[in-house]
T-cell receptor, first 115, second 113 residues
Framework: GDSVTQMEGPVTLSEEAFLTINCTYT??????LFWYVQYPGEGLQLLLK?????DKGSNKGFEATYRKETTSFHLEKGSVQVSDSAVYFC??????????????FGTGTQLKVEL | SQTIHQWPATLVQPVGSPLSLECTVE??????LYWYRQAAGRGLQLLFY??????ISSEVPQNLSASRPQDRQFILSSKKLLLSDSGFYLC????????????FGEGSRLTVL
């Protein structure tokens, strides 16, 4: 079945440091890929997405490129801020699931940014 | 614009008591609806999804059930809660015209004592 593997956290960085959170996936067909962010006590918010190979999703300084050859969708940001502290989830949607269109999530990576 | 609401936001219940969590979506019609659970320190587990009124698919066998009595209403229930039912429950919707992403509610935190 489909699966998503994320690097384990917590990841602790100093403000303005470079961020990479690794995500790899296993899926049949041609999934869409997503990054979601969850701030403490809140639901998940869509951060960015990519729907086909070589697409780059970007939002709020975060970027991720859909790499079919390495089945990866790593999240990057050039300069993190304290306000980026949150849990980040990588997810995929299998286009072959028909009406369900379920998302499969990774276990999440907690990011802590310190001054 | 579309919005999704869940309630209650926080719930503390004794073991063996019933449960009802409600989710409603506004600003769209015939959405796919989902219930996920997030246990402490773990990822998201899909519990149920629905593609229409009265149509419920269960992903894992468990102590919970779901119902969709109206197009934009999705309810998660239990007749008798277990300690293992504690967690953060998230409702989500997916519009048919969207790119595949889900949009989540604020979540409901359930503690079973």
């Amino acid at each position: 079945g489909d699966s998503v593997t994320q690097m384990e956290g917590p990841v602790t960085l100093s403000e303005e440091a470079f961020l990479t959170i690794n995500c790899t996936y296993t899926a049949t067909g041609y999934p869409s890929l997503f990054w979601y962010v969850q701030y403490p006590g809140e639901g998940l918010q869509l951060l960015l997405k990519a729907t086909k190979a070589d697409d780059k999703g970007s939002n709020k300084g975060f970027e991720a490129t859909y790499r079919k050859e390495t089945t990866s969708f790593h999240l990057e940001k050039g300069s993190v801020q304290v306000s980026d502290s949150a849990v980040y989830f990588c997810a995929l949607s299998d286009a072959l699931t028909g009406g369900g269109n379920k998302l499969t999530f990774g276990t999440g990576t907690q990011l802590k940014v310190e001054l | 614009s579309q919005t999704i609401h869940q309630w209650p936001a926080t719930l503390v219940q004794p073991v063996g008591s019933p449960l009802s969590l409600e989710c409603t979506v506004e600003g769209t019609s015939n959405p796919n609806l989902y219930w996920y659970r997030q246990a402490a320190g773990r990822g998201l587990q899909l519990l149920f999804y629905s593609v229409g009124i009265g149509q419920i698919s269960s992903e894992v066998p468990q102590n919970l059930s779901a119902s969709r009595p109206q197009d934009r209403q999705f309810i998660l229930s239990s007749k008798k809660l277990l300690l293992s039912d504690s967690g953060f429950y998230l409702c989500a919707w997916r519009g048919l015209a969207m790119g595949g992403e889900l949009f989540f509610g604020e979540g409901s935190r359930l503690t079973v004592l």
